[in-house]
C-alpha cells in the first residue's frame, strides 16, 4: 500500500491497512499528492514490483491517474469523490492499458 504523505491520506491507510489484515507498513510517496503530475505517477508505479498495489491518495491526481491508465489521456478524470474506490487491472500497467473493472463511491447518509 503506498500512500501521500498528506495527514488525511495517511489516516486513511492505516484504517485500509487495519481492515484488510495487511501486515507490511503503508509506505509514504512524495508523488502522491493533489498537485503531482499523472505521468510522474505513473513512471514510480511502473519502477514496482508488486503485483496488486493500492493507493491512498487525492484528488486532482487520482481522478486524472486513473483516465490516463484506462484511456490513455488525462483530459476526463474518473469521477472520484472523498472516500471513493476505484479498481483497475490490467497485465502491464501502462497508459491506456488498465481496466476500470469497480468504481464505489461511499453511501450518503
Same mark, same amino acid.
Given at each position: ?32 499528492? !493533489? ?6 505517477? #505513473? &513512471?514510480?508505479? $511502473? /519502477? %514496482? ?10 484528488? !486532482? ?6 483516465? #490516463? &491508465?484506462?484511456? $490513455? /489521456? %488525462? ?35
Amino acid at each position: 500500500m503506498l500512500a501521500s504523505p498528506y495527514n488525511r491520506a495517511q489516516q486513511t491507510a492505516e484504517i485500509v491497512r487495519q481492515a484488510l489484515g495487511f501486515s507490511a507498513a503503508v509506505e509514504t510517496v512524495s508523488w502522491l499528492t !493533489p498537485e503531482s503530475d499523472p505521468g510522474d505517477a #505513473l &513512471l514510480y508505479l $511502473g /519502477r %514496482r514490483s508488486e503485483e496488486d498495489i493500492l493507493l491512498v491518495t487525492h484528488q !486532482p491526481l487520482v481522478g486524472a491517474l486513473g483516465d #490516463l &491508465l484506462v484511456n $490513455g /489521456r %488525462r483530459d476526463t478524470p474518473l469521477p472520484m469523490a472523498t472516500a471513493s474506490l476505484a479498481e483497475l487491472e490490467g497485465e502491464h500497467l501502462a497508459a491506456g492499458l488498465m481496466q476500470l473493472v469497480g468504481l464505489r463511491h461511499p453511501s450518503r447518509q
